[in-house]
């Protein structure tokens, strides 16, 4: 394919000049990549229709680690990463939101004259939360400038604070703190903005409203007065009394 400007004659060419080929474990069905992320220092990162999570040196085309994101072999619909690229997070038909961190490994390096600490990285699986039901179809990463915390804390905020945000099937959106994944516990919030919880009633209409996965059940209140217990008073129907 080419690129060309209307102002100028001159074309510019894409050609590829890597190719790196994943494993499909003796299944006929080619393995699908499904997303992919590219870091800063040129790694790019993989999730496929495998259940896998893949790290690439985007210079060599070589694998450099992988990770197993369920033990089901489910597919890995979507990733993200952290805006200071230490942490990437995959989720899937399994709905498990996984966190891989970049965390230092010391090695020494020896010289002549004295022991020189060199500090290198490396890739691990930290920790993951199920905040879904059903598959998660989407990640994303944003800066969250709201002092009261949409994820969950109440906190003061004196520079903007990382948070993502998944969404999937199940209607529902999981927001979780990035600084903090692994202890603060994620907020799930209902695809209706003004409303907190599937049970809501109306006490003036004396109407029940039970939301589902498909569909939203509505009960009728009866009168106060139409059903009476043994004693003969009247049953209150008010949440309040």
Known sequence: SSLSSPSSERQCRWRPTLRMTLENRGKRIPTRVW?????NDGTIVSGDSLGLVQFWDGRAGTLIQKFEHNTQGADVLDLAVSLDQKKIFASG???????IERVPVPSSTYSSSSTA???????????????????????????????LGSGGLATSLSEPRELLLS???????????????????????????????????????????????????????????????????????????
């Open 167 to 241: 969404g999937g099937t199940d209607t529902k959106l999981g927001t979780y703190f990035v600084s903090d994944f692994k202890r603060w516990r994620p907020k799930s919030i209902y695809n209706s903005s003004n409303v907190s919880s599937p049970i809501s009633l109306s006490r003036k209409k004396r109407v029940l409203a039970i939301m589902r996965s498909s569909n939203i059940d509505l009960y009728k209140l009866g009168v106060t007065g139409a059903v009476k217990p043994a004693d003969g008073n009247p049953i209150s129907m008010d949440e309040d009394e």
């Open 35 to 39: 997303c992919l992320q590219v870091l």
């Open 93 to 99: 038909v399994d709905p498990l939101v996984a966190c």
């Open 117 to 147: 600490t060199v500090s290198s990285t490396k890739w691990a699986s930290t920790s993951g939360w199920r905040t879904h039901t059903h598959d998660v179809r989407g990640l994303a990463v944003v800066s969250m400038t709201d002092p």
